[in-house]
């Protein structure tokens, strides 16, 4: 393809940064790059100097000129694609592919413009083929208050951050970096950003002198430029910082300067995305941020930096104070701000998706993205949260999604991801839901199916078969979670098995080959690196519905039975169903009674995964249970049933130990040898590495979204 990108201005910022690796990757591809823009500066001599071609279109007689240089420019080289970034690139852009036989237009929204140039989006949206946001946070804004757009004409995609190896630094405290400054030296907080009033810049040198009225050792430094440098420096002396403050200016190396603080805030009022925290994280380094526009989508409050509300110091400084004191907590911190990017925001996976996005629509192929999710399920049980992670993905790739399902709380979930729809009862053998689906189907007009469980299988298969009698083309394609009869699935175009076991179990009943997928199962999460000490006491979890499959009677009385063997446990048992009322009469007074404690039904499990030493799966057959992942996750070893799809995530005597399903003493053996303490510590380390390992959300969505796409394009055919 010939590809050709325009924006205003080639100096330094972060659109300049991901055009300048667009470009790059685009030619590694094997693609043609040109780019076009009014004023030259230090990307234009990069570019340049990767032997990319540079139109400087000038700025003159109010940009007619370059106007017509553009449209020259388009009109001889004939590009198969159009990429403006920025308002007034994007202006132009639009008038000149806007003809009948114009290359279609991406244009990318990068952040808040001008009010004038709000006034003129509001008018010219519908002239860019395809719009590219930042941040669901961003798109949402937009939609709101400048122009709405249908789902197949939008997409998010992050920019993230380019993924570097760490500098030495970063490995020995010695050095700096995040794990403190050389030689006891103070450690160095810092911002990187323009200087304008809504970076907030102001709020950081409040906190600051907050914490120097309390005696904290701390330097403080601010890279960038802009209106805002002389009112920052008086704000700097009123605050008595002058002797611990740097201002920076212009910042020509990113990494080299994010690599020299130990601590990085963004204060901003308002942020369409932050792509300098996502590089701070990249880097290793802690963050704390403004709880504004699309940071909460990079960084997880105490998860993996810390965010408090804008335009207030004290709680600035209350985030920044346990920070400073700490360089351990620094470097667990950076460490699980590094992992978030590498799993979720690396620059590879946005450059990927730009040339995916441009491919489609060279080739005229970007039809409406509708997929309705048919859940035959109220809850929120392992196959359920994949079904909910699965749409939350596919809408942030510009797909219409919206559902079906059994009832609360899984309904309320949905909905608050954005995935509308509606509940039915699951009641008289499912004959509500299956009119509810059909309803749903012939309101939203999706064409594709995503079915979760067995009865949602069966039932969305019924429904496209009917609605193919009547002309109207449905495709379901079947996620299988567990070890079920095939006849649920017979009638399903195409069958996702979790795991092996599952595909295996599928095959061995006749169903074809051809028709099933091995799609594992992953969460959208990454590794956590927050420690725990070991036992005693050893706090043992068992995270499943409480179902007579799911072996909670005999693990219990096992527990029950060699509590004597055991070192000092207790037993959290989290989630509900059927079984509990039996289970706590059963065990409410005996002697695990006070070791035991039903939490029942929680949908903010990592609160409690971080106490947990041991996670403990009796099960009697599993497809692929997620809840092990959850675990390992969190570095937590598992003790768990060798049966169905578990020895595909728990390596027996790697990350967590096996046993055979109603065998009490040899779950009791296990568990003795799982809360020794070294051997606990080296579990617990296999279980996080293979989590890492193995967890790759990112892909699982590529995949199933190719499923997607080739159903959609038969269906087209036919």
């Known amino acids: 393809m010939k590809i050709l990108q325009a924006i205003n201005a080639l100096t330094w910022g972060g659109a300049q940064t991901l055009l300048l690796d667009l470009c790059r990757f685009l030619a590694a591809q094997g693609h043609e790059v040109r780019v076009a823009a009014f004023r030259d500066g230090p990307v234009g001599e990069a570019l340049r100097r990767h032997g990319h071609g540079v139109e400087i279109l000038g700025e003159v007689c109010f940009d007619l000129v370059a106007f017509a240089r553009l449209r020259r420019l388009v009109a001889v080289w004939q590009p198969d694609v159009v990429h403006s970034h920025l308002g007034r690139a994007t202006f132009w852009a639009r008038l000149v592919t806007g003809r009948p036989a114009g ?150 190396t990113r990494a080299s300067f994010l690599e020299s603080l130990d601590l990085f805030v963004a204060p901003s009022r308002e942020e369409a995305f932050g792509i300098s925290i996502c590089e701070a994280m990249e880097r290793g ?11 909460p989508e990079i960084v997880r409050d105490g998860v993996d930096g810390r965010l408090v509300p804008p335009d207030d110091p004290p709680a600035l400084a209350a985030a920044l104070r346990p920070l400073l004191q700490d360089g351990e907590s620094r470097r667990r911190a950076g460490a699980a701000g590094r992992l978030r990017v590498e799993s979720v925001f690396p620059r590879e996976r946005a450059l990927e998706a730009h040339l995916a996005l441009y491919s489609r629509l060279a080739a005229g192929s970007l039809p409406p993205r509708r997929l309705h999710l048919a859940i035959s399920s109220p809850e929120l049980g392992g196959g359920e949260r994949v079904a909910l992670a699965v749409g939350e993905a596919l809408h942030r790739r510009g797909w219409t999604v919206t559902s079906t399902c059994g009832g609360e709380p899984l309904a309320g979930r949905l909905r608050a991801a954005g995935l509308a729809g509606r509940a039915a009862s699951l009641k008289a053998g499912g004959l509500f ?84 997928t091995l799609l594992p199962n992953c969460i959208p999460a990454p590794a956590m690196a927050r420690e725990r000490a070991p036992g005693p006491p050893w706090t043992i979890g068992i995270v499943a519905k409480l179902h007579v499959n799911k072996g909670h009677l005999w693990a219990l009385e096992a527990l029950e039975q060699g509590r004597d063997r055991l070192p000092e446990f207790r037993v959290w048992i989290l989630g509900d169903g059927p079984e509990r009322q039996s289970l706590e009469n059963r065990f409410g007074s005996g002697p695990l009674a006070s070791r035991l404690t039903f939490w029942g039904f929680r949908d903010d499990l990592d609160r409690f995964y971080p106490d947990l030493h041991l996670v403990l799966l009796p099960s009697h057959g599993e497809g692929i249970p997620l809840s092990l992942l959850e675990a390992m996750r969190w570095g937590i070893p598992c003790v768990a049933t060798r049966v169905g799809g578990i ?72």
Not at 478 to 504: K, W
Request: hydrophobic share 45%; with cysteine.
């Open 647 to 718: 020895p595909e995530i728990v390596t027996d005597g790697a990350n967590g130990l096996l046993v055979e399903p109603g065998r009490p003493q040899a779950l009791v053996e296990a568990i003795v040898r799982a809360t020794t303490p070294g051997e606990w510590s080296r579990l617990a380390a296999g279980a996080r590495a293979h989590f890492a390992a193995v967890n790759r959300f990112g892909e699982m969505i590529d995949r199933f979204e190719a499923i997607l796409q080739t159903l959609a394009t038969e269906e087209r055919k036919g």
């Open 285 to 295: 380094v802690p963050v704390v941020a403004t709880a504004v526009g699309g940071i």
């Open 103 to 252: 290359p279609p237009l991406v244009t990318s929204v990068h952040g808040f413009e001008a009010d004038g140039f709000h006034r003129l989006e509001r008018r010219m949206a519908c002239h860019s083929g395809h719009l590219v946001f930042p941040s669901r946070f961003l798109a949402g804004w937009y939609a709101e208050h400048l122009h709405p757009l249908p789902a197949h004409r939008w997409s998010v995609i992050p920019p993230g951050a380019a993924i570097q190896p760490l500098p030495p630094a970063w490995e020995h405290p010695a050095g700096g970096g995040p794990a403190g400054g050389p030689g006891g030296s103070p450690p160095v907080m810092g911002a990187l950003a323009r200087l304008h009033p809504v970076k907030g810049l102001d709020t950081l040198i409040a906190a600051a002198g907050l914490l120097h009225q309390e005696g904290l050792p701390f330097r403080l430094v601010i890279g960038g430029d802009g209106r805002e440098l002389a009112r920052l420096r008086g704000l700097i002396e009123r605050h008595h910082l002058a002797h611990r403050t740097t201002l920076g200016g212009p910042v020509a």
């Open 433 to 516: 839901f299956a009119l509810r689906l059909w309803s749903d189907l012939r309101r939203t007009g999706a064409g594709l199916v995503s079915a979760h469980l067995n009865r949602a299988a069966l039932v969305a298969a019924l429904v496209a078969r009917l609605e193919g009698a009547l002309g109207r083309d449905r495709q379901v394609v079947a996620h299988v979670h567990g070890l079920n009869r095939a006849v649920y699935y017979r009638s399903c175009r195409h069958l996702v098995a979790v795991s092996a076991a599952v595909r295996d179990h599928l095959l061995a009943q006749g169903v074809p080959a051809g028709q099933v």
